[in-house]
T-cell receptor, first 112, second 111 residues
Framework: DTAVSQTPKYLVTQMGNDKSIKCEQN?????MYWYKQDSKKFLKIMFS???????INETVPNRFSPKSPDKAHLNLHINSLELGDSAVYFC???????????FGPGTRLTVL | QKEVEQNSGPLSVPEGAIASLNCTYS??????FFWYRQYSGKSPELIMF????GDKEDGRFTAQLNKASQYVSLLIRDSQPSDSATYLC???????????FGKGTKLSVKP
């Protein structure tokens, strides 16, 4: 059983396109997150979502929008993709905001 | 700007030696501290967490926390080649509770 899963694993697309990455957790956790890991391997939080409360990292462009249909899912939609969006995106979940976070396998996004 | 600082390495140790990884953080309100291991091309996986000052041991791993000095460390005893990875220090940010990650220390254990 995969605790935190993401689809797709790889995503290659052209500049200007709109794409979505999906995340699901079967751990019963209340909080989910999206992180971006750039080419220098720096892991930075983008969003956290807890009981319909969204906390946004102020440095994230508004082209990025998280969508949570229910507690087990947190999807990431990206509009008008740019070259600088190329990175690995990780979803994570935790029982509550201050608990240990468990990461999904990542989605490698390449924008051409 | 709340920060977590780590030496990027690479830190190279011979097999069987003790590897010492260090981390400092800026947010005095932080209460939870984590060490994650990340193999190349994989996702971060939790090694240890520590909440209280002092040492916490789990097998070959020991986490050390000194809140007064705002310092966290991870010791890996009897290092193995399979320990070769990037080790990420993460600190729970005081107000929102989000994790702030350091840039990671790359550890290489030579046979």
């Amino acid at each position: 059983d995969t605790a935190v899963s993401q689809t797709p694993k790889y995503l290659v697309t052209q500049m200007g396109n709109d794409k979505s990455i999906k995340c699901e957790q079967n751990l019963g956790h209340d909080t989910m997150y999206w992180y971006k890991q750039d080419s220098k391997k720096f892991l930075k939080i983008m969003f956290s979502y807890n009981n319909k409360e969204l906390i946004i990292n102020e440095t994230v462009p508004n082209r990025f929008s998280p969508k949570s249909p229910d507690k087990a899912h947190l999807n990431l939609h990206i509009n008008s993709l740019e070259l600088g969006d190329s990175a690995v995106y990780f979803c994570a979940s935790s029982p509550s905001r201050r608990d240990t976070q468990y990461f999904g396998p990542g989605t490698r996004l390449t924008v051409l | 700007q709340k920060e977590v600082e780590q030496n990027s390495g690479p830190l190279s140790v011979p097999e069987g030696a003790i590897a010492s990884l260090n981390c400092t953080y800026s947010d005095r309100g932080s209460q939870s501290f984590f060490w994650y291991r990340q193999y190349s091309g994989k996702s971060p996986e939790l090694i240890m967490f520590i909440y209280s000052n002092g040492d916490k041991e789990d097998g070959r791993f020991t986490a050390q926390l000194n809140k007064a000095s705002q310092y966290v460390s991870l010791l890996i005893r009897d290092s193995q080649p399979s320990d070769s990875a990037t080790y990420l220090c993460a600190v729970n940010e005081g107000s929102q509770g989000n994790l702030i990650f350091g840039k990671g220390t790359k550890l290489s254990v030579k046979p």
